[in-house]
């Protein structure tokens, strides 16, 4: 018997022709489009963005942002970055007609602060949408971080750009995000000069009624670092029934606070990193409780840095110590999901009107939702991956759309090594009873 062995390809011979129209590079976005159409957004933003007629661009707003939406899932972080659905057969998967990216880039200078507002409600109703699918907490408990960072600009006609605390010029927005899975539950574009807590009082109301309309009716506790510390919120946050454990800042009384303290009452941290030493302890401050935590290095370094520094926050959790602060030190998780943010469609800020740059943040943060919730929904229990992981496993697989007696077909790779995954996650999808 003959043994034949397989072609290998010779590359330098290799013959390139960009000429089917049937190939899509990301058939994963199947996934995305499919939930996106479940839960309605397209209508949604219909319903809801009433851009005025005499302004450019302002036709056909739900299919733009739906464009933009597909886009951005598939890793776009500027407007010509959306050409990618107009090549081979990825329209015909996304309904039809794609606009080109100028097209699209003239529709978000439409938007005026109003529209934004318009914007955000899409976002707000497509979360109760997706937390009564099966993305949400239930009665579960919610943990929300709350943070802001500095997102870079180039160039010098970026109308609202500014040098920020971190000394980059650029915007800076403000987040809400949901602890373990990474979803963005609010988001406002503020000038880059805006102080870390502008707004955050408003910011916080709107995030309770919020997550009131989506649902949430368990515990709700909100982490934040003492850039948000603020007494009219943290008397929102009581008023609204949420619990709270949020970072002081080193005011004249934190000191002799901590001061009270006796010395017997610091107990150790056992997981504290090693060539570390760490304690925490516990006093009343303001009727508040005021948990802190103090670290200081050892070995050879101890020489240079020999005293405590000291990191207090307040709460009004009633957990032992332990508990309370290990969880506050958890915060820093938000950071995986601005990460994520920064690492796609926020990367770059398109435009020079500030109010087009908000809406693009506002369909960037839904974007990153819609790819969040295929995961919690398509594959539940599954571990919650980064943005990356997801769209590398479940979104860029290469495929070829064919037509048989009016049915299409989309072929994959042979041997993708999460097709079972991707299957079941469309399969879950699918499933899910379509929102008029």
């Known amino acids: ?102 097209t699209l880039g003239t529709f978000l200078r439409a938007f005026t602060f109003g529209h934004v507002r318009q914007l955000d409600r899409v976002l707000a109703e497509a979360l109760t949408r997706a937390w009564r699918a099966g993305a949400g907490p239930g009665n579960g408990r919610l943990v929300l971080d709350l943070d802001s960072f500095v997102g870079e600009v180039h160039g010098y006609d970026k109308q609202g750009a500014a040098f920020g605390y971190t000394g980059q010029r650029g915007y800076h927005p403000l987040v809400a995000t949901r602890a373990g899975t990474g979803e963005v539950l609010h988001v406002r574009l503020r000038k880059g000069s805006a102080g870390s807590a502008r707004g955050v009082v408003r910011f916080a109301q709107e995030l309770i009624a919020r997550l009131r309309r989506a649902g949430a009716c368990g515990e709700t506790l909100v982490r934040a670092d003492s850039a948000f510390w603020n007494n009219k919120l943290i008397a929102r946050l009581e008023q609204a029934g949420w619990r709270y454990s949020i970072s002081v800042r080193l005011q004249h009384w934190v000191p002799e606070a901590i001061a009270q303290i006796p010395e017997s009452a610091w107990r150790p941290l056992e997981d504290y990193p090693e060539g570390g030493e760490a304690q925490i302890a516990e006093t009343r401050a303001g009727g508040r409780r005021l948990c802190v935590r103090r670290t200081r290095l050892l070995g050879a370094q101890a020489e240079l840095w020999p005293d405590w520094r000291y990191f207090p926050f307040v709460t009004n959790r009633s957990e032992p110590l332990e508990v309370v602060e290990a969880e506050h030190r958890q915060h820093a998780v938000v950071e995986l999901a601005i990460r994520d943010l920064k690492d796609q469609a926020l990367a770059h800020f398109p435009s020079g009107v500030f109010s087009a740059n908000s809406a693009w943040t506002v369909i960037a943060c839904l974007a990153h939702d819609l790819l969040r919730w295929s995961g919690l929904i398509g594959l539940p229990g599954e571990t919650v991956r980064c943005a990356r992981t997801l769209r590398r496993r479940l979104l860029a697989i290469p495929g070829r759309l064919t037509r048989s007696a009016r049915t299409f077909t989309l072929h994959l790779p042979a041997r993708w090594p999460w097709q079972h995954d991707f299957v079941r996650a469309l399969a879950r999808i699918r499933a899910v009873p379509a929102f008029a």
């Open 1 to 102: 018997m003959v043994k034949h062995e397989p072609a290998v390809v010779k590359l330098d011979a290799l013959r390139v022709a960009c000429d089917d129209e049937r190939l899509v590079s990301d058939a994963g976005v199947t996934l995305v489009a499919t939930l996106a159409s479940r839960l309605g957004v397209e209508r949604l933003v219909q319903r809801y963005v009433r851009l005025r007629d005499d302004r450019p661009g302002a036709a056909n707003a739900g299919r733009k942002v739906m464009a933009l939406l597909y886009a951005m899932t598939l890793g776009a972080d500027s407007i010509d970055d959306c050409e990618l659905l107009r090549a081979g057969g990825t329209h015909r998967l996304l309904g039809g007609w794609t606009p080109a990216p100028s």
